[in-house]
C-alpha cells in the first residue's frame, strides 16, 4: 500500500545550524505534501505545504523541497533555535484529507 | 479564536469500559477526522467524516465507532473491543476542498487499565 518513508528518526543540531529531514513517498498519484511541528502534549501544528506544481517553497527559516521523479520531498530549517525543537512529520496526500499519509516523525532537538 | 477543543486532557479508565472522547470545531469545517499516534509512529485514521450525518471508516477503525450529528461536533467512543485502547488520539477538522490543511486539536491522552 501507500506509504511515506521520514529519515532521520532523531536529530540532533547546534544552536544556530541547519536541519534537514527527508521524507519518500510510494504514491506516484500524491500531489499534496504538508509538514507538521508537533510540541510536547500539543496537537500537530501546519508549518509549510508544497503541491506538486512547484519545486520550492520557503517561509523565513524553513523551506521546502520536491522531487517528484525521484518521489522524495525534504524539510529544511535554518539558523535553528531552541523554539524549533518538536517533533516534525511530513506527509502525501491526494485529493482530500482522508487520503494523507504520514511519516513516522522526527523529534529535532536544538544543543545550546 | 477559532480552533478545535478535545476534552478531556488525560483520561483513564478500567478494561472492559467502553469511553467517549470529545471533539468540538468552530472553524465552520465540514470535514472531521480521528486519528490514533502510538510512540514512533505517524498518525493512523481511525474514522473520517465530510459532512453531517455521514461518517467513513479509516484505516484502524475496528473497536471504534463516531457520530456525527452536528457539524461542531464529532465525539470518539473507544469500545471494549478494542484490544490495545492505551494511546493519544488527535482529532482534526479541514474544509471540504481537494488538499485542505488539517487543523488538530491538542489531543486526549487514553490509559485504558
Known amino acids: 500500500g501507500e506509504n511515506v518513508e521520514q529519515h532521520p528518526s532523531t536529530l540532533s543540531v547546534q544552536e544556530g545550524d541547519s536541519a534537514v529531514i527527508k521524507c519518500t513517498y510510494s504514491?506516484?498519484?500524491?500531489?499534496?505534501f504538508p509538514w507538521y511541528k508537533q510540541e510536547l502534549g500539543k496537537g500537530p501544528q501546519l508549518i509549510i505545504d508544497?503541491?506538486?506544481?512547484?519545486g520550492e517553497k520557503k517561509d523565513q527559516r524553513i523551506a521546502v523541497t520536491l522531487n517528484k521523479t525521484a518521489k522524495h520531498f525534504s524539510l529544511h530549517i535554518t539558523e535553528t533555535q531552541p523554539e524549533d525543537s518538536a517533533v516534525y512529520f511530513c506527509?502525501?496526500?491526494?485529493?482530500?484529507?482522508?487520503?494523507?499519509?504520514f511519516g513516522s516523525g522526527t523529534r529535532l532537538s536544538i544543543r545550546p | 479564536d477559532g480552533g478545535i477543543t478535545q476534552s478531556p486532557k488525560y483520561l483513564f479508565r478500567k478494561e472492559g469500559q467502553n469511553v467517549t472522547l470529545s471533539c468540538e470545531q468552530n472553524?465552520?469545517?465540514?470535514?472531521m477526522y480521528w486519528y490514533r499516534q502510538d510512540p514512533g509512529q505517524g498518525l493512523r485514521l481511525i474514522y473520517y467524516?465530510?459532512?453531517?450525518?455521514?461518517?467513513q471508516k479509516g484505516d484502524i477503525a475496528e473497536g471504534y465507532s463516531v457520530s456525527r450529528e452536528k457539524k461542531e461536533s464529532f465525539p470518539l467512543t473507544v469500545t471494549s473491543a478494542q484490544k490495545n485502547p492505551t494511546a493519544f488520539y488527535l482529532c482534526?477538522?479541514?474544509?471540504?476542498?481537494?488538499?485542505?490543511?488539517?487543523?488538530f486539536g491538542n489531543g486526549t491522552r487514553l490509559t485504558v487499565t
Open positions: 506527509a502525501a496526500s491526494y485529493s482530500s484529507a482522508s487520503k494523507i499519509i
Open positions: 504514491d506516484s498519484a500524491s500531489n499534496y
Open positions: 508544497i503541491r506538486s506544481n512547484v
Open positions: 472553524l465552520n469545517h465540514d470535514a
Open positions: 467524516s465530510q459532512i453531517v450525518n455521514d461518517f
Open positions: 482534526a477538522s479541514a474544509d471540504r476542498g481537494n488538499n485542505s490543511p488539517l487543523h
